[in-house]
């Protein structure tokens, strides 16, 4: 019962060019959503977060948007640079559950 | 600024061999979480505590046992290693458990079972 979802395991896009990852969830109980960035050889890193109260959440290049109604985000990377390419991770918490469930990651690759 | 610790970095059993994985954070986190991560299967929640003395079960804890005696340690353990469990396994840990508190991961173990 896979409860966050990516469904794209794989992205590649022009240096440049606009990046966009998706996720699905399926628990209306999820109140909080994170993207994380993972370089071969290394643990996740923490990219941007956003409450279920918003539906966008903009940092530099990066924004994220929530479609709460769909149960979807997005990550959306623009202008794209060959250093993006990574694997990224959309992550749901619940209020007082004390954890993160994961998705499956979308590789992304950006050509130079 | 060590962040969160993990060793070893590498290891391979022998189909029954136990064996136990280390993780340390110097951030004074209350939370700390194992997830293992496998191709097209993502990151996996195993184990996780909410402080010194707790543990809880996550999405995959079967085989696998997890200690937290003190506050910046959490250990896991795979008493009987099976060759399900090759997979590479992050500690992570975090302030507040939810919400805008990102987790802080390790690099990873590899772990092969053969």
């Known amino acids: 019962d896979q409860q966050v979802k990516q469904n794209s395991p794989s992205l590649s896009v022009q240096e440049g060019r606009i990046s966009i990852l998706n996720c699905d969830y399926t628990?209306?109980?999820?109140?909080?959503f994170l993207w994380y960035k993972k370089y071969p050889a290394e643990g996740p890193t923490f990219l941007i977060s956003?409450?279920?109260?918003?539906d966008k959440n903009e940092d530099g290049r990066f924004t994220v948007f929530l479609n709460k109604s769909a149960k979807h985000l997005s990550l959306h990377i623009v202008p794209s640079q060959p250093g993006d390419s990574a694997v990224y991770f959309c992550?749901?918490?619940?209020?007082?559950?004390?954890?993160?469930?994961f998705g499956t990651g979308t590789r992304l690759k950006v050509l130079a | 600024n060590a962040g969160v610790t993990q060793t070893p970095k590498f290891r391979v059993l022998k189909t029954g061999q136990s064996m136990t994985l280390l993780c340390a954070q110097d951030?004074?986190?209350?939370?700390m979480y194992w997830y293992r991560q496998d191709p097209g299967m993502g990151l996996r929640l195993i184990h996780y505590?909410?402080?010194?003395?707790?543990?809880a079960k996550g999405e995959v804890p079967d085989g696998y046992n997890v200690s937290r005696l003190k506050k910046q340690n959490f250990l896991l353990g795979l008493e009987s290693a099976a060759p399900s469990q090759t997979s590479v396994y992050f500690c992570?840990?975090?302030?507040?458990?939810?919400?805008?508190?990102?987790?802080?991961f390790g690099n990873g173990t590899r772990l092969t079972v053969t």
């Open positions: 992570a840990s975090s302030s507040q458990g939810f919400g805008n508190s990102p987790l802080h």
């Open positions: 628990n209306s109980m999820f109140d909080y």
């Open positions: 956003i409450s279920s109260i918003k």
């Open positions: 992550a749901a918490s619940v209020h007082g559950a004390y954890k993160y469930i």
């Open positions: 951030m004074n986190h209350e939370y």
């Open positions: 505590s909410v402080g010194e003395g707790t543990t």
